[in-house]
């Protein structure tokens, strides 16, 4: 397929079926003196000249004797329509009927020319190659939009394929919703009832130990069977609540000394606790269970209160307390996960509530809790409370004027507590 015009400085290629050089002349004189482009002419006589210049000569346009010693040129113009089909083919005789011309032009010659008015070729030629022009243009815009159809469709055909798979994963999801759903329930309704049929014997218990203690007097055995009901005590009421999402309701905030609280919770367990006093707004009794919890779970898991301490550090706008212990560590594979409920490491001999319950109480004193690595090996979990201003933007320091306990939970003996119910 030949371009619709020469590129630009290109000649526009002609080739000219004449078996006269007199008209050849002619021809090249109008066409060169009237057309815009630069031309490029080349005769050829016959048959096999013509046929062989399509191929090597690729012109742009034909002009075209109608009849020829050995060739007439209806038959070149077949020829050159089936090699080169969007090529315009003009003829140039000197003699043709109009029956003859008509007949010439439904065959889809482009245009005839008398050689005795060949002042009209060169407008002849130049329609010829616009309109070639214009139906490339035209074939180049139709085949851009089919290309653009095809890729619509294509487009369309993904879309349809993404929404139908949207559509089942979604379907998927409001399954899968609807299972947890269940699930949820189902494990709340558990944590209930299993919370509440615990509190009737729990009850019985302490009125029995209560009992016993007032008719045989107080002893260590008593005091321990009291402790161990209060923790189960604890660790029912807190289940009741986790199954109501009540857990953050129960919070009661007072001004309370964070120094005298460590302390008093490291004297408890025997591990060594900061000095200093930082006052903060929050509950001492859910405060001192976060940090009860954190303590013995490292007693437990390092084997002794020699391998913990507590540490205290202001930093802007908060207190930082660490419970370092030089134990075991906690693996990375599971420290996203160790405050989930009811999840149970290796060295865990609880429920697996304690750092639930621990973090919910953080989260409500607005604060924020997580567990890093001990340099040299050992687990620490660092709690961070929001400090307490004054109105004129200056923190607190109570060294000396607060020297208040912390308040217990409910039923707590510190003195005698263990690990019995943490994560």
Avoid: C
């Avoid at 379907?171 to 949820?184: F, H, N």
């Avoid at 109105?391 to 003996?413: F, I, K, M, S, Y």
Wanted: charged share 30%; net charge negative.
């Amino acid at each position: 397929m030949t371009d619709a015009l020469p590129a630009s400085g290109d000649p526009l290629r002609l080739l000219h079926l004449e078996d006269s050089e007199l008209d050849h002349e002619l021809v090249t004189m109008h066409v060169e003196e009237e057309l815009p482009w630069p031309v490029s002419i080349t005769r050829v006589e016959d048959e096999a000249g013509f046929l062989a210049a399509l191929t090597d000569f690729r012109p742009h346009l034909i002009l075209s004797d109608f009849a020829l010693p050995s060739y007439d040129g209806l038959s070149a113009y077949r020829a050159a329509h089936q090699r080169l089909p969007t090529v315009p083919f003009i003829i140039v005789t000197g003699a043709m009927g109009e029956e003859t011309a008509v007949d010439t032009l439904r065959e889809g010659v482009t245009d005839y020319i008398l050689k005795q008015r060949l002042e009209r070729l060169p407008s002849s030629i130049r329609r010829a190659m616009n309109e070639v022009d214009a139906r490339i243009q035209r074939d180049r815009a139709e085949r851009e939009v089919r290309e653009l159809n095809d890729r619509l469709k294509a487009r369309l055909e993904e879309v349809e394929r993404l929404r139908n798979t949207a559509e089942r994963q979604s379907q998927r999801l409001e399954v899968q919703a609807k299972q947890l759903e269940e699930a949820l329930n189902l494990q709340k309704t558990f944590l209930a009832e299993t919370s509440h049929e615990l509190r009737t014997p729990l009850t019985a218990l302490h009125g029995y130990l209560r009992r016993a203690e007032r008719e045989v007097g107080g002893s260590q055995t008593l005091q321990d069977a009291q402790r161990v009901a209060e923790n189960m005590t604890r660790l029912v009421n807190d289940l009741l609540q986790l199954s109501r999402g009540e857990l953050v309701q129960s919070i009661e905030m007072h001004f309370t000394n964070l120094g005298n609280l460590l302390r008093q919770v490291g004297r408890d367990y025997g591990v060594q606790a900061p000095d200093g006093n930082y006052e903060i707004v929050g509950d001492p009794g859910r405060l001192t269970q976060v940090f009860v919890n954190l303590v013995t779970n490292a007693i437990r898991v390092t084997g002794g209160p020699h391998m913990v301490h507590l540490e205290m550090e202001p930093r802007a706008g908060e207190i930082e307390v660490r419970v370092v212990d030089r134990g075991p560590g906690v693996p990375d594979a599971v420290k996203p996960r160790i405050f989930d409920k009811f999840y149970r490491g290796k060295e865990a001999g609880s429920a697996g509530l304690g750092l639930t319950i621990a973090q919910q109480v953080v989260t409500a004193h607005g604060g924020t809790i997580d567990v890093v690595d001990t340099p040299g090996g050992g687990a620490t979990f660092r709690v961070r409370l929001p400090e307490l201003e004054e109105e004129g933007g200056e923190d607190v320091d109570l060294t000396d004027e607060l020297d208040q306990e912390p308040a217990e939970l409910p039923g707590q003996d510190h003195a005698a507590a263990q690990p019995d119910a943490l994560a």
